[in-house]
Every structure is written in structure tokens, then in C-alpha cells.
């Protein structure tokens, strides 16, 4: 029997953490948050140099520790050139796509502790001043610029200001939660699934239960740049479950109702026994689930394999649609994440 998960909750901690802002680089605002939450779990954490938030949850058995990782840092900007027009310039922390974010809001964060609001646009955003052919060109870093909600027209103005090269630019995430149980949001990538392992130990701790192994969980903060979870695990590890979104687009069996256990992406396949002992948990207990196979996607369990990682490594989550654009999800596949994850601590 899997202890019942608090959905309202989960999602609460999700809101939350989404509307902090934690591009990879600038994650010390999501990590002190997701801290202070699991402070209610009954084991302490620590964060790392590198700023890795660990807690080990020790377990009615020790000869196989096991480990649980999900990532807080998102994509996001960084300040690249001052333009001569007052506007800026950016460069791109993580993998996006210069139309997923036309038009979005942005916050500024500058060395000397003040925030500016700003907006992504291209270059020929106004209709009434350029051609269609202008309009409609490729998007680039060199034809897309943030404007400023501040009064500068110059290279100076916007230097007095404060902003720098190197500033920090998050993304707004525009969390909406629908009647339906939709949860539509930028950044669900991988803060749905920080939420999913939140909800799987406090059920865990509120029925009263331990793992079956000494479990260390993991929050990582560089995943979206390859490295977050290459370090920062005991070392007598055996198993490392990555919880990570799933794809939800054409041609994949990922959902926005189910948890996937990933059986390969493009850095190969995960470990087959340890994907077989998912599916069969999943199965035991009922749980909407579907194996799927990423073809742009790598995980920060992969990370620490090839950091040299000697351990069984697995990936589950829940179905995540539009990944790295406008992304959505629903409650359904937090709640079966949260329960797969539960299966396998109690297993
Ligand atoms: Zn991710």
C-alpha cells in the first residue's frame, strides 16, 4: 500500500518554487527555498560548495544505498552587450530556442542588489515601422534584445542603471493552475519534479514510514548545462533514480496524466534491470505509467555517469508538454510520480 500523497500540497510547494527565479548559475534563492520546505522531513540537509542541496534519510537497511535527484535550475539569460540603444544583448543558459521566448517578461538581477522588468523582442517587433520580410526573419541572438523598463536610450543610460555584462536574466514563468488540473508554466522542467519527490517523503514521514535502503536525496543546480549531478552522492551508492520530465509531443507515449520511466535518450539506454524493477512496481501498484524513449534529452543521472558514477541509473516523471517553451503538465502525473517514487522507497 502506497501512504497517500497531498496533491494541494505538492502543488503548493511547485507554485512556490516556481516563482523563484533559479537560471542555472543563479539558484541560491530555489535552493534556500526547497530547504526550508524540507525542513519539515525528518533528516537534515546540507548545501555543497557547488551548491547542491543534500539530505540521507537513513533506512531500515543500509547494504544498498540508494539516491534520489531532481534539478532546481532552470534556463534562463545572461546580459551579453549593452547595445548602443540602451537595449541588451543575451546570451543563453540551457538549450531554448529564441522563438519560445518572444515576448516574455524578464526580471534584470544586477550586481548591486536592484531587479529591472524588461520584455524579449525582436529587433523588428513594431508592425508599423518594418516590412513583413523584416518581421519575419530567423530569430537570433543579433535580432532579439530586451527592452528595459527604465528610461535609457543609450549605451551610458543603461550602464548608470547598474546592468552589467554578466547580469543574470530569468524568464517569467506565468504559473497558471487551471479547474481542470492543468498546471501550465514555464520552468515545470524540473521543478514539477522537485515537487514529486517533496510530496514522496513527506507522505513517507506523515504515514510514519522509512525507506527500505538509507536514501540520499539530491537537488541539483547546474543540470540544464550537463554537469549538476556529476558530484555530490556517497560514496557507496547503488542506485541513482533521476527524476526528470517526460516528453509529451507527437510520436512519443509520455503523457500529461501518467509517469514515464524512461527507457533511453540520446545519451543511450538507463539500466535495464533497474528499469524493469520500475515498471513492475508501477505495475503492482497500478499506477498510469508508460515507458518512453527521449531523442533530445539527457538527464542528470547520465551526468554522473560519465562523471564515473558506478551505480544503477534510472529516470521516471511526469509528462511535460511543449518542454523548454510554455510547458504544461497536469496533477494526475505529479500524484503517479509521487507514488512510483514511494513504491520504490518502500521496496
Ligand atoms: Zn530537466
Known amino acids: 500500500m502506497i501512504p497517500p500523497i ?4 505538492m502543488v503548493e510547494f511547485l507554485v512556490g518554487l516556481l516563482n523563484t527565479p533559479s537560471p542555472t548559475g543563479d539558484t541560491d534563492r530555489a535552493i534556500a527555498y526547497v530547504q526550508q520546505a524540507f525542513a519539515d522531513l525528518p533528516f537534515a540537509t546540507q548545501i555543497s560548495p557547488k551548491g547542491i542541496l543534500t539530505g540521507t534519510w537513513t533506512g531500515a537497511r543500509h547494504d544498498a544505498p540508494r539516491a534520489l535527484t531532481a534539478h532546481v535550475d532552470t534556463l534562463g539569460a545572461m546580459v551579453k552587450e549593452v547595445k548602443e540603444n540602451g537595449r541588451l544583448r543575451l546570451t543563453q543558459l ?52 530586451v527592452r528595459i523598463d527604465a528610461r535609457t536610450a543609450t549605451q551610458q543610460e543603461t550602464r548608470d542603471l547598474g546592468i552589467q555584462v554578466g547580469d543574470i536574466v530569468a524568464f517569467d514563468p506565468r504559473v497558471e493552475l487551471s479547474d481542470a488540473g492543468f498546471i501550465r508554466s514555464r520552468h515545470l522542467d524540473d521543478k514539477a519534479c522537485v515537487a514529486t519527490i517533496y510530496a514522496a517523503l513527506l507522505a513517507l514521514a506523515e504515514a510514519g514510514l522509512q525507506p527500505s535502503q538509507t536514501t540520499t536525496t539530491h537537488i541539483s543546480n547546474y543540470e540544464e548545462v550537463g554537469h549538476g549531478a556529476a558530484t555530490g552522492f556517497p560514496a557507496d551508492l547503488v542506485d541513482l533514480l533521476t527524476v526528470d520530465m517526460a516528453v509529451v509531443a507527437p510520436r512519443q507515449e509520455s503523457d500529461e496524466y501518467s509517469v514515464t520511466i524512461c527507457a533511453k535518450d540520446s545519451a543511450g539506454p538507463y539500466h535495464l534491470g533497474f528499469r524493469r524493477e520500475l515498471e513492475a512496481l508501477a505495475e503492482a501498484h497500478s499506477l498510469s505509467y508508460k515507458t518512453d524513449i527521449y531523442p533530445y534529452y539527457a538527464s542528470d543521472g547520465e551526468a554522473y555517469w560519465q562523471a564515473g558514477g558506478n551505480v544503477r541509473v534510472g529516470l521516471i516523471g511526469p509528462g511535460v508538454d511543449a518542454s523548454h517553451h510554455y510547458e504544461r503538465t497536469h496533477r494526475d502525473a505529479l500524484k503517479q510520480t509521487a507514488q512510483l517514487i514511494v513504491a520504490y522507497l518502500l521496496s
Open 6 to 9: 497531498n496533491v494541494d500540497k
Open 94 to 145: 540551457g538549450g531554448w530556442s529564441w522563438t519560445s521566448v518572444e515576448g516574455e517578461g524578464v526580471t534584470i538581477f544586477t550586481a548591486n542588489g536592484h531587479t529591472y522588468r524588461g520584455t524579449i523582442l525582436p529587433t523588428s517587433a513594431s508592425v508599423y515601422a518594418h516590412t513583413r520580410e523584416e518581421r519575419n526573419a530567423t530569430r537570433t541572438d543579433a535580432n532579439t534584445e
